[in-house]
């Protein structure tokens, strides 16, 4: 009976996924008994964001860095599909199983307003926390507490050579070369707008002991980056 209940879970909780948003013709949501084999700490290129939606907090005056989006736990990919992830699990140690497993306000506020995590993501984060818990965090084994100190201690794997990238914030530079200025364990996601390619977000992938995670290079999320001029736009 209790392996039939996990059964209807894990088929309600694909329906929820599938629902609440499409999947990209390249992308599996994994089952949640499958765990993962790396995370992916996903960074975000802020003054790009902000290029694409101005109206967001703290865009009036978009950091030049790189933000943390998030860190999720990630599978290899297969030939056809190359964004293999779980989602919406409820297997981490604070859910409670056949229940929607949200965060709680008095938590999600005392993470937020941590310093060490708050200089590291976007101005107000808590919408962003809140539906990376559901999404990600309920797939990691990990408390709330736990999954979001990751934010911190796994941030030293955003590597990669800052005086080669620095000269091209403002400018453009061709994707293949900017390759060069990144680690073999990155992969990369841009946007289109008015016939210009953005650099979006570099993701990293990491092993669970926080080391580089070299495998799957086929890893693609989100739109892919084509060979063509790239522009890194400038923030404050």
């Not at 790009?48 to 703290?58: E, I, N, V, Y």
């Not at 797939?139 to 201690?153: A, M």
Request: hydrophobic share 30%; net charge neutral; proline share 6%.
């Amino acid at each position: 009976m209790k392996l039939m209940h996990r059964f209807v879970a894990a088929i309600a909780t694909v329906l929820i996924c599938n629902g609440a948003q499409a999947l990209d013709a390249n992308e599996e949501i994994t089952p949640s008994d499958m765990g993962y084999q790396y995370w992916v700490y996903s960074v975000t290129w802020q003054p790009s964001f902000c290029q694409l939606k101005p109206d967001t907090a703290g865009c009036n005056k978009p950091p030049q860095t790189f933000l943390t989006h998030g860190i999720w736990p990630y599978n290899n990919s297969t030939p056809e599909k190359t964004n293999r992830h779980p989602a919406f699990c409820n297997t981490s140690p604070s859910c409670k199983l056949d229940t929607e497993c949200a965060i709680s306000e008095d938590k999600l506020e005392s993470i937020a307003r941590k310093p060490e995590i708050a200089k590291l993501v976007t101005t107000n984060p808590q919408g962003m926390f809140r539906h990376e818990w559901k999404k990600h965090g309920t797939c990691s084994g990990k408390t709330e507490e736990d999954y979001f100190n990751d934010l911190v201690t796994l941030r030293k794997v955003v590597d990669y050579n800052k005086p080669m990238f620095e000269a091209w914030i403002g400018h453009s530079v061709m994707f293949d070369d900017l390759k060069k200025a990144f680690p073999a364990n990155a992969s990369f996601r841009c946007f289109i707008q008015d016939g210009k390619q953005y650099l979006h977000e570099v993701f990293y992938r990491v092993s669970p002991d926080g080391t580089a995670y070299t495998d799957d290079s086929a890893l693609q999320i989100g739109t892919r980056c084509n060979s063509q001029q790239t522009y890194i736009p400038a923030g404050t």
